[in-house]
């Protein structure tokens, strides 16, 4: 792959597994709205056309649509004298979303697909098992569950960073082939529906967006293995 593209992936998931486990702080936002990176998505190949994200989905995603959207609302202007303002609306919009004893949206693999949609489930297990094969620690270890969405975006971009390299699993496994299985067996199953109702129930026109954009991406990174 181009280093240009590899490139746009990289900061696309890095991007998104930061705003679905944080609302994104002032100087991020003074960052991604004046620097452009916003008003840019609609060009970037990872949030291109997908016939897989549009079924994770259960509908049509207009990828210019979504990022046109993205910087209508927020133009590079903005990031001169609202950013404040800003972050205030998305914290909100996050705690809502994310937070509490009833998300909107929650955002945890087991509430959605385990029987009782409890947290710290088997899939929450099945996680953390699939992270120590990489040496990995989730962030949040012991505070939040291993299988929630900004930290699944995580490891995903891990393996996309060392698909290149000669690392492998404890077991053996290449990168390639743990970012196949894990998307297979983890996050596809259940991101688009979360996804999907975060930006139904999203106050902000930020986690709106975002939140397709992020499913485009998803499907973008499943065809990026075939490749």
């Known amino acids: 792959m181009e280093q240009e593209k590899l490139t746009q992936y990289v900061v696309a998931l890095q991007f998104c597994s930061r705003i679905f486990q944080n609302s994104p702080d002032e ?7 004046g620097g452009g990176l916003l008003q ?7 949030f291109r056309p997908s016939e897989l994200a549009e079924k994770l989905w259960n509908g049509v995603l207009d990828p210019k649509g979504h990022a046109a ?3 209508a609302a927020y133009p590079a202007e ?18 809502a979303l994310f937070s509490g004893p009833q998300p909107a949206a929650a955002p945890w693999e087991s509430v959605w697909r385990e029987k009782d949609r409890l947290l710290f489930g088997r899939r929450t297990q099945e996680v953390r098992d699939c ?8 962030e949040r270890d012991g505070h939040e569950p291993e299988d929630h969405l900004g930290l699944e975006l995580a490891f995903i971009l891990f393996l996309v960073q060392n698909m290149g390299g000669a ?21 596809l199953a259940w991101a688009g529906d979360c996804l999907k109702k975060t930006s139904e129930c999203a106050s902000t026109v930020f986690y709106r967006e975002m939140s397709a954009l992020c499913c485009l991406l998803l499907g ?8």
């Open 27 to 33: 100087d991020l936002l003074r960052g991604v709205i």
């Open 40 to 46: 840019g998505f609609g060009a970037w190949a990872c």
């Open 220 to 227: 973008n990174v499943r065809a990026l293995v075939q490749e």
């Open 131 to 138: 992270y120590r094969e990489w040496g990995i620690a989730a």
């Open 167 to 187: 690392v492998a699993s404890s077991q053996g496994q290449s990168p390639k082939a743990a970012l196949a299985a894990f998307m297979d067996g983890h996050i």
């Open 69 to 71: 959207a993205l910087a």
């Open 78 to 95: 903005a990031a001169q004298d609202s950013c404040r303002a800003l972050y205030l609306d998305l914290h909100m919009d996050h705690l």
